[in-house]
């Protein structure tokens, strides 16, 4: 079955520090992988997919088959970058988003 | 413009009376989905449609039906509410295929069960 981890509950840095929010998967497939965000009071939406290998935001992510892992980086964080952040696979074939339990990211001044 | 809408926005019943949350998509996509967001668990999928007429069970169906009469229209009904049902909702829409990677989602509904 097809799982997705992320590890931190909440991710608390200053503004201006590096930020990584760890993303695992398993699946013994080809799976496509998401970050989507959910920022104060609004819905969630897409921020970025492997395939496209774009940086949205100033965000980055690289699927790791290896290590089944798609973490999301940004060099610099902003306090606007303050959300809710879960990482979703989607099987090869199939439109259903599996999704990990999210990670709050919290960028002080 | 194009986007999910659901309804109501906020709900608080009680416990066993039967109850509808809309969603309603305009961008004329074939697959639907509803999800609900707890603490901790973060969404998990209710139930899914891939299109008019087909529907089929998520990771957590029970105590939930939907029904898919219309493209644009996928109501989630609650016919017995129980106090573990509340719990934030989120109407979802794609197309299908390979190319329709991102899935749009509505506001969300808050539905509390006393």
């Known amino acids: 079955a097809q799982r997705v981890t992320q590890p931190e509950k909440l991710l608390s840095v200053f503004k201006g520090a590096p930020v990584e929010l760890k993303c695992n998967y398993s699946?013994?497939?080809?799976?496509?992988l998401f970050w989507y965000v959910q920022y104060s009071r609004q819905r969630l939406q897409l921020l970025l997919r492997?395939?496209s290998r774009e940086s949205i935001k100033g965000f980055t992510a690289d699927l790791n088959k290896g290590e089944t892992s798609f973490h999301l980086k940004k060099p610099f964080a902003q306090e606007e970058d303050s959300a809710m952040y879960y990482c979703?696979?989607?099987?090869?074939?199939?439109?259903?988003?599996?999704f990990g339990t999210g990670t709050r990211l919290l960028v002080s001044p | 413009e194009a986007q999910v809408t659901q309804n109501p926005r906020y709900l608080i019943t009680v416990t066993g009376k039967k109850l509808t949350v809309t969603c309603s998509q305009n961008?004329?996509?074939?697959?639907m989905s509803w999800y609900r967001q707890d603490p901790g668990l973060g969404l998990r999928q209710i139930y899914y449609?891939?299109?008019?007429?087909?529907?089929d069970k998520g990771d957590v169906p029970e105590g939930y039906k939907v029904s898919r009469k219309e493209k644009r229209n996928f109501p989630l009904i609650l016919e017995s509410p129980s106090p573990n049902q509340t719990s934030l909702y989120f109407c979802?829409?794609?197309?299908?295929?390979?190319?329709?990677?991102?899935?749009?989602f509505g506001p969300g509904t808050r539905l509390t069960v006393t």
């Open positions: 979802a829409s794609s197309l299908m295929g390979a190319s329709s990677y991102e899935q749009y």
């Open positions: 699946y013994s497939g080809s799976p496509e």
């Open positions: 492997h395939i």
């Open positions: 979703a696979l989607r099987t090869l074939g199939f439109q259903k988003l599996v």
């Open positions: 961008m004329n996509h074939e697959y």
């Open positions: 449609s891939m299109n008019v007429e087909v529907t």
